[in-house]
């Protein structure tokens, strides 16, 4: 096993510890970097990618301009905006080499993704299983899509499972049936997206139709017997109508075997500066749903008699 788990690897781009959202316990998340979606109110934008990619942090720039000349592109020039020099990174000629970040006094640059081995992962994981066993936690794999790295997920997933630790995955399940069974099996909880329920909507809002995904949620749940929540990003102006919702809670509550809890996620604003730090034009114009917003819509999931929890 070790040395498949040597040569497996992936772009990842966190590793958290004492997380308490993805999964019961105290957790360990894995974050990969790629995702086959688009969503328009993406909360990592750094995970849409599968290779490193540069993040500048205007407010830590004291612009020294040490950057400048450690860039081979010539992609950074020094700018005055607000009557301070700062370092500017012309992204339409930047690599995301990542020569400047080590350049940078300040830390105001930053490589973001790092191509890690299954082997280098589960060392960094293990470091807390102390925490995970005492708590009933364990190992969550997330993104980006970790169905997109499928070796490498199962890899980790089973390393996870042969040293006695609970697994769980974050996913939007698009993926082909073949990718799905193959990771699954090693898979005790599944946290799996519903972006929107009409699929014309879906395609409109992330890029992709939504018939393979909420059949293989099916799949997942009803034959491979796997524990799953559903968790329902709820973002105003785009999936947050009392019919979506209404037609959420619905498929959980028919097309799914047993009890399955819902989980209404309500948008937040993180990757709107990282879109900035990241030099993606991106203006959202989305505002924060209400807590009275919030507490309606689990209302009218819970009409349909299916558990519902608002955030994680």
């Known amino acids: 096993m070790k040395s498949v ?4 690897s992936a772009s990842v781009f966190n590793i958290q510890s004492y997380s308490i959202h993805d999964g019961p316990g105290i957790r360990v998340t894995v974050f990969v ?3 086959p979606l688009r969503c328009q109110w993406c909360a ?5 990618l599968t290779k490193p990619q540069l993040m500048t942090y205007a407010g830590k720039c004291t612009g020294c301009g040490e950057c400048v000349s450690f860039c081979p592109h010539n992609a950074i020039s020094m700018l005055e905006k607000d009557g301070k020099m700062l370092a500017y990174t012309d992204r339409t000629v930047c690599v995301d080499c990542g020569m400047c970040v080590d350049a940078c006094p300040a830390q105001a640059r930053e490589l973001v993704g790092k191509e890690m081995t299954v082997e280098e992962v589960i060392k960094t994981v293990l470091r807390d299983k102390m925490f ?5 936690g364990g190992v969550t794999i997330s993104g980006g899509e970790p ?3 499928p070796e490498f997920t199962e890899t980790l997933l089973r390393a996870a499972k042969e040293e006695g630790l609970h ?18 099996r090693y898979v005790d909880l599944g946290l799996l997206d519903i972006k929107h329920m009409d699929s014309a909507e879906h395609r409109r809002l992330t890029g992709v139709p939504n018939e393979q995904i909420l059949d293989n949620i099916k799949h997942i749940h009803n034959d491979l017997g796997i524990p799953i929540m559903i968790s329902l990003p709820t973002i105003p102006g785009c999936n947050d109508s009392e019919e979506n919702i209404a037609a959420t809670a619905k498929f959980v509550a028919e097309e799914l ?12 604003r993180l990757g709107e500066s990282k879109n900035e730090n990241l030099g993606n034009d991106t203006k959202l114009n989305i505002e924060v749903p209400s807590d009275e917003h919030m507490e309606h819509l689990k209302a009218v999931a819970e009409s349909f008699g299916v558990q519902v929890q608002i955030g994680g």
């Not at 788990?5 to 497996?8: D, E, K, Q, Y």
């Not at 995970?132 to 009933?136: E, H, N």
């Open 44 to 48: 990592n934008p750094e995970s849409n």
């Open 5 to 8: 788990c040597s040569s497996v």
């Open 167 to 184: 697994t769980a995955i974050e996913s939007c399940s698009f993926a082909s049936r073949e990718v799905v069974d193959k990771v699954f």
């Open 257 to 268: 075997i047993g009890e399955v809890k819902i989980r209404l996620l309500p948008y937040h």
């Open 33 to 35: 970097k790629g995702c």
């Open 147 to 149: 169905l997109m790295h």
């Open 132 to 136: 995970m066993d005492a708590s009933g």
